[in-house]
């Protein structure tokens, strides 16, 4: 009844780092790639959950826009757009809000952890969960390729869509499933414990993929391992070393053992499998980066992709909200 429809969101907030790329980037090319209908969305209204500099923002629109594109997301295969230039998005997120009730969301993990010690919660960050069930609602989306600490939002719309059908008595969506959960999280650099985030005050602790060659290089070359030389993959006792394993595996394709049992053989240590992983990381990224910067010389151009992803994401959401209002009396 429901025809396969994946959203795929990031925040533009800069540039995509590797763990991005992994867990998110690569994974959206290929089923985009494989014939998928996706729509990745630029999540600027989220990007604002707390207030940002301007500017700057302005800036890391453009620059993970471009990143998306340089790295295969293809606009005349998938729809990309920004979350802040439909109103569909905030218009269908009050009418979904009507169904949810403050202490469900008060127990989502994600917001329970980032309010924790806060006197004043923003309020922005309370309806952040209730806009992203909006997102996924609003293009009936079937799939939803999101991290293993996401599936408590997730978890909500699913009941939304319970509680809509429930006192509407209407099925206007899909359940939308999870995909890729099971993913290694790429990890800080720096502090091996967190996964690599764009929101980390330490940039030391990303690479972001765009990243210059000496960046990169200085980035790999400081990040945490331990007191142990011998390549060995043991996530829970070696993070550090591991985590550079599973970057090394991601990029490669090859398993992790493999990756250990080669670099056994030849006898690496800890800074000599840095300078192989540095290699394969530049070399990856390289034609990406040539493009990237390609694409940054013409903003029109980047403006003029977001504006066409809009209007096709805009006819999909024209519909579903007509309905959502036609069923509400609205
Ligand atoms: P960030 O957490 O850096 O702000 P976003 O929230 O914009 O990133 O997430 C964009 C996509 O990247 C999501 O699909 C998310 O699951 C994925 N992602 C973010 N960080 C990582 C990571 N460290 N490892 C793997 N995937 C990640
Ligand atoms: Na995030």
């Not at 699913?158 to 099971?182: A, D």
């Not at 790429?186 to 940039?203: F, Q, T």
């Not at 210059?212 to 043991?234: C, G, H, N, Q």
């Not at 903003?299 to 959502?324: F, M, P, R």
Request: include cysteine.
């Amino acid at each position: 009844m429901f025809s396969r429809r994946i959203l795929a969101g990031i925040q533009p907030s800069n540039v995509p780092h590797l763990g991005n790329y992994l867990g998110a980037i690569k994974r959206w090319v290929e089923l985009q790639n494989s014939g998928e209908h996706l729509i990745v969305m630029l999540a600027d209204l989220h990007a604002v959950t707390l207030p940002r500099d301007p500017k700057i923002l302005r800036q890391t629109i453009l620059e993970t826009t471009s990143s998306l594109l340089a790295c295969g997301i293809n606009p005349d295969k998938s729809i990309i757009y920004r979350q802040s230039q439909l109103p569909h998005h905030t218009t269908l997120a009050w009418l979904m809000g009507t169904l949810a009730t403050v202490q469900q969301i008060s127990h989502i993990p994600t917001y329970k952890s980032k309010v924790k010690d806060e006197e004043s919660i923003p309020l922005g960050l309370f309806m952040y969960p209730i806009l992203q069930s909006a997102d996924i609602l609003l293009f009936k989306s079937t799939h939803i390729p999101v991290g293993e600490d996401q599936l408590p939002h997730l978890h909500l719309c699913t009941t939304l869509i319970e509680k809509f059908y429930h006192i509407y008595k209407k099925e206007l969506f899909p359940m939308p499933k999870p995909m890729f959960t099971e993913t290694n999280r790429i990890r800080s650099l720096r502090h091996p414990e967190n996964k690599m985030s764009k929101s980390d005050a330490d940039p030391r602790g990303r690479i972001d993929i765009m990243d210059t060659e000496d960046l990169i290089r200085d980035r790999v070359m400081k990040a945490v391992t331990d007191f142990e030389s011998r390549i060995t993959y043991d996530p829970e006792n070696r993070p550090g070393v591991s985590n550079l394993i599973d970057i090394f595996s991601g990029l490669t394709g090859e398993m992790q053992e493999d990756i250990v049992e080669r670099a056994q053989l030849e006898g690496l240590n800890t800074k000599e499998f840095k300078e192989k992983l540095i290699k394969i990381i530049i070399e990856h990224f390289k034609p990406f980066r040539i493009k990237y910067l390609e694409l940054m010389n013409d903003h029109s151009y980047i403006y003029d992709v977001l504006q066409q992803g809009q209007a096709k994401a805009a006819v999909i959401a024209d519909q579903t909200l007509n309905e959502v209002k036609q069923t509400m009396g609205l």
